[in-house]
């Protein structure tokens, strides 16, 4: 079964972690190595992200259904702050304008 990681909210504009399945992956992120970048148009499906895991393969994050738009914001700190994707409130990954 897959499960998203991530979820888009239209209202706010923003990429969010989805903490409860984050956590049920018996491994934690370790990197996350951005493709994306502020300014950057995107549409659906486009490559945002790699997640490196501890002892897990990669896992590439691309712009789920809806989000389109142009990268405002990239969270460079997501990992470092407040416990990281796997810990609440959902960490936001990144904003459109």
Wanted: charged letters at 20%; proline letters at 7%; hydrophobic letters at 45%.
């Amino acid at each position: 079964m897959i499960v998203a990681l991530f979820t888009y909210d239209p209202v706010t504009r923003e990429l969010r972690a989805v903490v409860e399945h984050i956590r049920s992956i018996d491994d934690a992120v370790a990197n996350v190595y951005w493709k994306a970048k502020p300014g950057e148009r995107i549409t659906p499906g486009h490559h945002l992200a790699d997640l490196e895991w501890n002892s897990s393969p990669d896992t590439r994050v691309l712009a789920p259904p809806g989000c389109a738009g142009v990268i405002a914001f990239l969270n460079h700190n997501v990992l470092s702050v407040g416990g990281g994707l796997a810990e609440y409130p959902a960490k936001v990954l990144l904003r459109l304008r």
